[in-house]
């Protein structure tokens, strides 16, 4: 198992507290289907009962069997190391890993990316590095939450649109 960086586990006690993604839950409703600590079943694109722990591209473990430390590598490899969460200021990787975990990791970094005034592509290269890392934190904080706005809403109201999302927020 990998040693998580405090920083990380600071994120992931953020990500997954026991209020909000701890237990198993299997609701017919939720088109993620079987979830626990917020990893769902779909996450892998095969509907299964199962996740892959260990990376290989296998499903390799039931999700009502998974346990918070397995969970933890997962958000480790896939959203926290995927994102360069591990390269960011503290707060600007819980926001960018928070966003890796909801939206995505390509739409994380592209909100980054537009909160520091770069092309958002999605694809952290040295100008994306650059320009997070000379930007004081809590400004690029600031415009990481503004910047966020205006991609998700449209990302919801395109998801709307597609049938995706049932029904609208009042």
């Known amino acids: ?16 507290r026991p209020d909000v993604e701890g237990g198993y839950v299997n609701d017919p409703a939720d088109r993620g289907g079987e979830t626990k600590y917020g ?10 009962g199962k996740t892959d722990v260990n990376g290989d591209g296998k499903p390799d473990t039931r999700i009502k069997d998974l346990t918070r430390e397995q969970a933890a590598q997962i958000y480790w490899r896939d959203y926290w190391l995927a994102a360069k969460c591990n390269e960011w200021p503290d707060g600007v990787s819980l926001f960018v890993f928070d966003a890796a975990v909801q939206h995505g990791v390509k739409r994380a970094i592209q909100i980054l990316q537009a909160a520091a005034g770069v092309d958002d592509d999605g694809i952290v290269g040295k100008n994306t ?3 997070v890392l000379r930007a004081d934190t809590d400004w690029l904080l600031l415009q990481c939450f503004l910047a966020s706005f205006p991609l998700l809403r449209r990302d ?6 597609a049938g995706e999302i049932s029904e609208w927020l009042v």
Do not use: K
Request: charged share 20%.
């Open 156 to 161: 919801y109201q395109i998801q709307c649109l």
């Open 129 to 131: 590095r650059a320009a």
């Open 1 to 16: 198992m990998p040693e998580f960086s405090p920083a990380f586990l600071h994120s992931l006690n953020f990500v997954i």
């Open 39 to 48: 990893i769902s079943d779909r996450r892998d694109g095969v509907i299964d």
